[in-house]
């Protein structure tokens, strides 16, 4: 059996009910939930929240809400491990006890199916692996990063590396921030989801984090933009 869970606490603060404010015309959380059921790939799709509003949008677009989070994991302090670890051990209460565990984050209106897919075989294919998560390449060499002091002068953070040619740096990767695939016993036992893990490498296009207000337009613009690729 395999497992989505998707954690959406009520607290945010810089957009206020940002998973369930609509987001090119259904509310964001539901872009999780629809591609989580198109990846046919869960028996359950399960929303961890503390908040009876999402609670009810949740269910309203398919998914399932058997438990409210309790208060302690639902604070600006809490991590996205013990959250899902509570959710697992919730979910085996009932009798659903599964071998992997999809984390799906709530505001990821440019999740891709096919990503859910290939990760998961991934995962399934790497053994001796704890976790698999969607990665883009940073747009330029991290080994040619600036430090700026407080008399606005700049130096390299890195000294060793200011002459070298860009195409001869190491690729560097951030967390895309969409998903993490992980078996059971990762979720309950290792709290660090880039420890032991792999990488699915996606379009840096595609990643986006929605954090305040501008996130939030830039995202809509985005979305615009490839929407209207895909249907000329």
């Not at 009810?56 to 399932?64: H, I, P």
């Amino acid at each position: 059996m395999s497992l989505a869970i998707i954690p959406a606490r009520g607290g945010s603060k810089r957009i206020p009910r940002k998973n369930i404010k609509v987001f090119a015309g259904k509310p964001m959380i539901a872009h999780a939930i629809l591609a989580a059921h198109a990846s046919g790939l869960f028996e359950h799709i399960v929303v961890s929240t503390d908040d009876a509003e999402i609670a009810d949008v949740a269910a309203q677009w398919g998914a399932e809400v058997p438990f409210i989070r309790p208060p302690a994991l639902a604070d600006d302090q809490t991590s996205t491990v013990p959250v899902i670890a509570d959710a697992i051990q919730r979910c085996e209460a009932l009798g659903w006890r599964a071998a992997h565990v999809c984390c799906i984050y709530p505001c990821v209106p440019f999740i891709r199916v096919d990503d859910l897919r290939a990760a998961f075989e991934m995962l399934k294919k790497a053994t001796q692996a704890d976790y698999c998560l969607p990665v883009a390449e940073f747009p330029s060499a991290v080994q040619r990063a600036l430090r700026r002091n407080a008399t606005g002068q700049l130096e390299p953070m890195y000294p060793e590396h200011q002459l070298a040619r860009t195409q001869d740096l190491e690729p560097a990767y951030f967390d895309a921030g969409q998903f993490y695939w992980g078996n059971r016993h990762a979720w309950l036992h290792n709290p660090r989801v880039h420890s032991n893990a792999i990488a699915l490498p996606i379009p840096a296009q595609r990643v986006v984090d929605i954090d305040t207000p501008e996130h939030w337009h830039m995202a809509e613009l985005l979305h615009t933009a490839i929407d209207l690729n895909n249907h000329p």
